[in-house]
């Protein structure tokens, strides 16, 4: 199988994330150092259908390892989602003699992949997102930068809310998982923490913990709000209204995807990049790269994808003990 590999394509799909660079530059050298050529596919599957791709060498990834983003770049693709897109892309594939893919994102990334690998192209798999929010994995590329970023931030805020004696509501991203709220209100030592998972989000109760806090002379308190529970600004105009506390919200956003990557996002994603290329030697295909138990391991893809994540329920207990 492994003389059968001659050219392999890497494409960065979704959401960019903190890493991606790190496992796109451990692709190209790895594959190049088993005598293989390696093509950049631009802008994720909608680069791929727009044929918008080049021939990559050990320099193009050069000083690339320390930046955030894809030098891919990325894009959401609809098109890829119809059985008409994913045909066409198994032809392109075919058309640049793509042997094997390598597809970096989440679950609707991996589901693009999944079609390929039934149409002939063999793919493979690694988890890039900031959300944590892939089932097979205990690891994804991205999230340790941006749980970092998110800290330091909401450290800041904190600041500001202790100088004002203010409540502050600080929105964090995840879409509907709520890993990055809970990381985040257990290092920055919360108040309060919103999740969509554990939908006791009652506004009454958060009020009468602010107002006896204020009486035991607490002079600021700090919320951490998942993206998937949202309404920020509405919860601060209520808990200002309901408390007289000045109450402030602050959404992170979009700043948690950028940055240079930390080291466990550097290390962890370049070993995942080379582990891809080694799987498709191997003759693997439909398969995504995962970290479980300390060891790197691979799944197949419809297996991954059944999968279900939750959060961690003793992580969260305590989280509410320590905001006591």
């Known amino acids: 199988m492994a003389k059968e590999i001659r050219t392999i394509g890497v494409l960065t799909s979704g959401g960019d994330a903190p890493g991606m660079n790190a496992a796109i530059r451990a692709v190209v050298r790895t594959a190049l150092g088993n005598g293989l050529k390696v093509r950049g596919i631009r802008r994720g599957y909608s680069g791929l259908l727009n044929e918008d791709i080049i021939d990559m060498s050990a320099r193009d990834v050069s000083d690339t390892i ?17 059985e008409e897109g994913q045909q066409r892309a198994a032809a392109i594939c075919k058309k640049y003699e793509i042997d094997g893919l390598i597809v970096i994102g989440g679950d609707g990334s991996f589901k693009g992949a999944r079609a390929l690998s039934n149409l002939g192209v063999n793919t493979i798999g690694l988890p890039g997102t900031i959300d944590l929010d892939i089932a097979c994995t205990e690891y994804t590329i991205g999230f340790d930068t941006a749980v970092n970023t998110a800290m330091e931030a909401i450290d800041k805020v904190r600041d500001t809310s202790t100088s004002h004696e203010r409540c502050s509501i600080v929105e964090v991203m995840g879409r509907d998982a709520g890993y990055l709220a809970l990381w985040c209100g257990i290092a920055n030592g919360a108040e309060r923490i919103l999740l969509p998972e554990e939908h006791d989000y009652n506004a009454e109760k958060i009020i009468e913990d602010i107002k006896l806090n204020r009486k035991r002379g607490k002079k600021h308190y700090i919320i951490i709000n998942a993206e998937g529970v949202g309404n920020s600004v509405g919860l601060a105009k209520e808990i200002e209204e309901a408390t007289g506390m000045e109450t402030r919200a602050t959404i992170l956003g979009h700043m948690q995807r950028g940055g240079s990557p930390t080291a466990k996002d550097r290390v962890y994603a370049s070993i995942m990049g080379a582990k891809a290329v080694d799987l498709l030697l191997e003759g693997k295909t439909n398969r995504v790269v995962g970290y479980k138990h300390g060891e790197y391991v691979d799944f197949d893809i419809d297996e991954a994808l059944e999968m279900e994540k939750g959060i961690p329920q003793y992580q969260y207990d305590i989280a509410k003990e320590l905001s006591l």
């Not at 959401?76 to 989602?81: D, F, G, N």
């Open 66 to 82: 320390q930046r955030g983003g894809t030098i891919l770049q990325t894009a959401r693709c609809q098109e890829m989602c119809t």
